[in-house]
């Protein structure tokens, strides 16, 4: 007797996985990704406060140190939220060709 109609079969185990190459990450990858890119860019916030309070002697140099420091926040928190672009996909639409007048010459039979 066969297997049936509606056998399932399990595949061999000496085949070898599919890889899919188009998939896109995880969400929590992409989460995580993110806070690492916040983390870090909050971090770059802290050294420049502190040689901000270091070369507060040199105001220019100060002041370029917390000119710095003040944007980072603000481009951290847009770094975090915003997520990876979607995939362009190609849609598969129908598109009629013109029909063209046949250029052949034809016999032409007078009666």
Not at 39 to 55: F, H, K, N, S
Not at 84 to 111: F, L, S, W
């Amino acid at each position: 007797m066969g297997n049936g109609g509606g056998a399932v079969t399990t595949p061999a185990k000496d085949s070898d996985p599919v890889l899919i190459t188009g998939a896109a990450r995880s969400y929590e990858e992409q989460f995580a990704a993110r806070k690492r890119k916040y983390v870090i860019m909050m971090m770059c916030r802290i050294p420049c406060l502190i040689l901000a309070g270091l070369t507060y002697h040199t105001w220019w140099l100060a002041l370029g140190f917390l000119a710095i420091s003040v944007p980072l926040p603000w481009i951290a928190v847009l770094v975090a939220n915003d997520r990876p672009p979607r995939k362009a996909e190609k849609v598969n639409t129908y598109q009629a060709e013109p029909t063209a007048i046949e250029h052949t010459t034809h016999r032409v039979i007078d009666g």
